[in-house]
């Protein structure tokens, strides 16, 4: 089967490469599928770089979740799955024409869903539905800021959030992305090439506080979220796009600008800092995972969530495709079909 492997870390035309690589067996619990594509998330542009501390060493395939149909089990699995046409979350080796992963992190979707709209529903669409479901559930009324408001999770955190009742700041950047999160019923777009965004929010709060912060940024954005924040706020921190600098340097850097957090004022001011990690997540509790994909695939289904699909990529297009994702370019789900 060909796989795009990833050879050593830096720009994604130098690194990538496509290979043949033997087709997988699936082991117990585990389901072999038939890719049609696979999906591509910022984590991925991250362990391009080397910046991603969970990815496998190099050589290696990356690829966090795909779209296909299911050509065999391994034991402990229902025979009746053959033949489905599934969204699956994989552990890594997603960029394959077959993949393996766990039969509890798939879910079965319809043939006329387009592939873009299906592999939104696994990576991104389950980080947001942890957060805003699980984590962090949204009440009428709240005031919530989404950093990356037009990305992919961000894109889908605006329609859970809006579905709650809650007022939705969503900053993006641009005239595109203000006008599509405008489209999805945004109440306040924040426009970040116009200025700093705590300002913008502050101004438009006009004296109120956020209740809640979905931050896919980190660094210097933390600080400035947390100012933001009424009594019983939360902050949720799923991403760290602002990081960019290499080795130690970099990462103390990145740290460093999110500045020093004392739990005990944290209980006075009674706010919470909450983080995500799908993948510890998936290690340790894969029926959260399940769930949680259930309840994308159900929304979706219901009209409740409608992704956005950037673009669909052939597959030979992924460097390009790392690229534009890389670049801030894209507005929800970036796909690449075999």
């Known amino acids: 089967m060909r796989s795009w492997t990833l050879l050593a870390h ?17 082991k117990a619990h585990e389901v072999l599928i038939r890719c049609e594509g696979f999906g591509l998330n910022y984590a991925d542009v991250m ?7 969970e990815a496998p060493p ?3 395939v990356l690829g966090y979740e795909v779209v296909g149909r299911i050509e065999a089990t391994g034991l402990d699995v229902p025979k009746d799955h053959i033949g489905k046409r599934v ?4 552990r ?3 960029y394959a024409e077959y993949a393996v992963t766990d039969h509890r992190a798939i879910s079965v979707v319809p043939d006329e869903m387009p592939l873009g709209e299906a592999a939104a529903l696994a990576t991104q669409g389950c980080t947001a539905w942890y957060a805003a479901k699980v ?3 949204l009440f009428k009324g709240q005031r919530v ?3 990356s408001a037009a990305g992919g999770v961000g894109h889908l955190l605006v329609q859970l959030a809006l579905n709650a009742g809650a007022t939705v700041y969503g900053i993006g950047s641009g005239r595109e992305k203000m006008d599509y999160l405008r489209s999805l019923g945004v109440h306040h777009p924040i426009d970040r090439s116009q200025g700093d965004h705590a300002e913008q929010v502050r101004k438009t709060l006009n004296g109120a506080r956020l209740d809640v912060v979905f931050n896919a940024v980190g660094g210097s954005s933390f600080k400035k979220d947390m100012a933001l924040l009424g009594s019983g706020g939360r902050i949720v921190l799923y991403g760290g796009a602002e990081r960019g600098g290499l080795g130690a340097f970099g990462t103390l850097r990145f740290v460093w600008r999110m500045g020093l957090v004392v739990p005990i004022f944290l209980m006075m001011k009674s706010r919470s800092i909450l983080g995500i990690n799908m993948l510890r997540i998936a290690e ?3 029926d959260v995972i399940a769930e949680c994909l259930r309840g994308m695939v159900r929304a979706q289904a219901d009209g409740l969530i409608k992704p956005r699909v950037h673009a669909e990529y052939p597959a030979d297009g992924l460097p390009a495709a790392l690229r534009a994702l890389e670049g801030g370019r894209t507005v929800g789900k970036v796909v690449l079909r075999w």
């Open 284 to 286: 340790h509790h894969p």
């Open 10 to 26: 830096g720009a994604p035309e130098k690194v990538l490469a496509l290979r043949d690589r033997p087709t997988p067996e699936p």
């Open 87 to 90: 969204v699956a979350m994989t």
């Open 47 to 53: 362990a391009v770089k080397g910046l991603y501390r």
């Open 58 to 60: 190099v050589p290696s």
């Open 92 to 94: 890594f080796c997603g």
């Open 135 to 137: 984590l962090c559930p």
């Open 145 to 147: 800021l989404i950093h």
